[in-house]
């Protein structure tokens, strides 16, 4: 299994500043993937975030708003600038590990 | 991946099978079917995954048709505590792949008293 916690659990931030969450596991793991679930949706893959190279984003998400830093195999974070009020949203982090992918808490986002 | 197809919603009484199903029509011959939950305001967790056999652990069974074009996972004795979203998923079983989760709107399944 994978232990993974994320910092903050929410926050209530003004429109156009920036917030970065930070996702720690408990063990290393090769890739880290960041996802987004606006209210009363599914989940979107935002980027996945391999150590020691860029991240690759998805369609629809690019780095000059949601940069990724994954500086080891075990911490990533993610910024989400510039806000706005339709980026009030959970995200959150996941891993995987053999046949199953691991997920944060999520950090819950509210931008006013 | 392989799109699916879930109901939006479904009711189950506590105590009685709750039995979700899914269509993944175009599902490949590499791709596994995977099901996950999230209970309100915590992260998807895993259930179970199967490729064409019949499986159950702790947690659910699967039953997946010979075809592999659908499948129902079961709940056999629904508590008020498996009130959550459920996704089936479809994707290739790659250990430390890294393939990310290619989440479809999923079937809310409420238990009632």
């Known amino acids: 299994s994978a232990v993974i916690s994320q910092k903050p659990s929410r926050d209530i931030c003004q429109r156009g500043t920036s917030l970065t969450i930070q996702c720690q596991v408990d063990s290393q793991v090769t890739m880290m993937f960041w996802y987004r679930q606006q209210p009363g949706q599914s989940l979107t893959l935002i980027a996945t975030?391999?150590?020691?190279?860029?991240?690759?984003?998805e369609s629809g998400f690019v780095i000059d708003k949601f940069p990724i830093s994954r500086p080891n195999l075990t911490f990533s974070t993610l910024t989400v600038s510039n806000m706005s009020p339709e980026d009030s949203s959970i995200y959150l982090c996941?891993?995987?590990?053999?046949?199953?992918?691991?997920f944060g808490p999520g950090t819950r986002l509210t931008v006013t | 991946d392989a799109k699916t197809t879930q109901p939006p919603s479904m009711d189950c009484a506590e105590g009685r099978a709750a039995n979700l199903p899914c269509n993944h029509s175009t599902i490949s011959g590499n791709e596994y079917v995977y099901w996950y939950r999230q209970i309100h305001s915590q992260g998807p967790q895993y259930i179970i995954h199967g490729l064409k056999n019949n499986e159950t652990n702790e947690m659910a069974s699967l039953i997946i048709t010979e075809d592999r074009k659908s499948s129902t996972l079961i709940l056999p004795h629904a508590t008020l505590r498996d009130t959550a979203v459920y996704y089936c998923?479809?994707?290739?079983?790659?250990?430390?792949?890294?393939?990310?989760?290619?989440f479809g709107k999923g079937t809310s399944l409420l238990v009632t008293p």
């Open positions: 998923i479809v994707r290739p079983l790659n250990s430390n792949s890294g393939y990310a989760l290619n």
């Open positions: 975030a391999n150590q020691g190279s860029e991240a690759t984003y």
């Open positions: 996941s891993v995987s590990r053999a046949y199953e992918q691991y």
